[in-house]
């Protein structure tokens, strides 16, 4: 069963860190790029960041550009979101994503073939 579990959600107040973790089981997940979403309510599904397979190319969204950081450990077959400095407009529920065809539109969340289940973040004071 190919699974995507995603885990290090929590509350944090503005400024504090977190990391949040995405591992696969089932498949091996250094044959996809991975993308980390996020969905605050009544907002629409957002793109933040992806690396690809191999980790050589990665992207993120503007408004996440600098405090966060995607990192993958294939021997781990997990991906991680450092996220630092955050914000309340932070505030999500935070997904993995992972797809196997190259050259997508990394910030369409169509693109992606397997998600996670979904970790909350809440920054708040």
């Known amino acids: 069963q190919m699974q995507l579990v995603e885990s290090g959600g929590g509350v944090v107040q503005p400024g504090g860190s977190l990391r949040l973790s995405c591992r696969a089981s089932g498949f091996r997940l250094d044959y996809y790029g991975v993308g980390w979403f996020r969905q605050a309510p009544g907002k629409e599904r957002e793109g933040v960041a992806d690396?690809?397979?191999?980790?050589?190319?990665?992207n993120y969204a503007s408004s996440v550009q600098g405090r966060f950081t995607v990192s993958r450990d294939n021997a781990k077959n997990t991906v991680y979101l450092q996220m630092t400095n955050l914000k309340p407009e932070d505030t999500a529920v935070y997904y993995c994503a992972a797809v196997f065809r190259a050259g997508i539109t990394w910030w369409k969340w169509t693109e992606y073939d397997y998600w996670g289940q979904g970790t909350q973040v809440t920054v708040s004071s």
């Open positions: 690396i690809s397979s191999r980790g050589g190319a990665i």
